[in-house]
């Protein structure tokens, strides 16, 4: 049976959060025909060289002295979260990267971005098109959105802040604090064939477009014949 082809997703961010951070951009990769599985050698190996790449980077400093993550922490405090607790994804990342544990192998098309957003030090996220329900917006919170998750095995709904800076469809939140948690709703899992990469920087110099064609070039040798789109920074 053939499907029929998705309909091209959109992205909006909203004016309060453009007036929030105006430095903000993003860009967003589209992917079909993908093919994931467990954690590979190969995406270990990247994984690896990230870390390596990443110290490198910053050169004994510590994530947050880095003027990106600098800038996101000015992001997160504008909105009122605070960031040596609430860190953004790419800090946090970063942080256990350079920790004895280092990584954690995940499955191949989350071990790929997350040696993009590690050898960057961008935020970048993945999420499964076919699990989206309309298109995704970045909006401060009212507090009455669901953000469906997980505790102790069990179904938990809960509700940002209001004034938060989230990801959303549809049907509810997909990211809370902009890229610090995401829900499992839309997670990329080893089923996943069809997924929107999302990479997000924090003005002119966030390196968007070289971290982009990267994780493009990935998409494409770790499952040929994957249709890959990568679109402009907004």
């Given amino acids: 049976m053939t499907l029929p082809p998705h309909a091209p997703l959109t992205l909006t961010v909203s004016d309060e959060v453009r007036a929030l951070a105006p430095g903000f951009t993003h860009l967003a990769i589209e992917a079909h025909g993908l093919v994931n599985g467990p954690s590979t050698d190969g995406s270990s190996a990247l994984l690896d060289e990230a870390a390596r790449r990443l110290a490198v980077r910053l050169d004994g400093r510590a994530p947050h002295e880095d003027p990106h993550m600098a800038a996101w922490r000015a992001a997160y405090t504008a909105f009122g979260a605070k960031p040596s607790r609430t860190r953004n994804s790419a800090e946090a990342l970063a942080k256990r990267a350079l920790a004895d544990g280092g990584l954690p192998r995940i499955n191949t098309l989350v071990d790929l971005y997350n040696a993009i ?26 507090g009455a959105e669901d953000f469906v998750t997980a505790a102790a095995g069990e179904t938990v709904v809960e509700h940002p802040e209001a004034g938060e800076v989230v990801w959303c469809d549809d049907e ?63």
């Fill in 117 to 142: 957003s590690v050898a960057h030090l961008i935020p970048v996220g993945g999420e499964d098109l076919d699990l989206i329900k309309g298109d995704m917006r970045l909006v401060r919170a009212t």
């Fill in 172 to 234: 509810g939140v997909t990211c809370r604090r902009w890229n610090w948690r995401q829900g499992p709703r839309t997670r990329l899992t080893e089923e996943s064939v069809n997924a929107i990469f999302l990479l997000e920087g924090m003005g002119p110099d966030a390196g968007l477009e070289a971290a982009g064609a990267e994780l493009a070039e990935l998409l494409e040798k770790f499952s040929p014949g994957a249709r890959v789109t990568v679109h402009a920074p907004r």
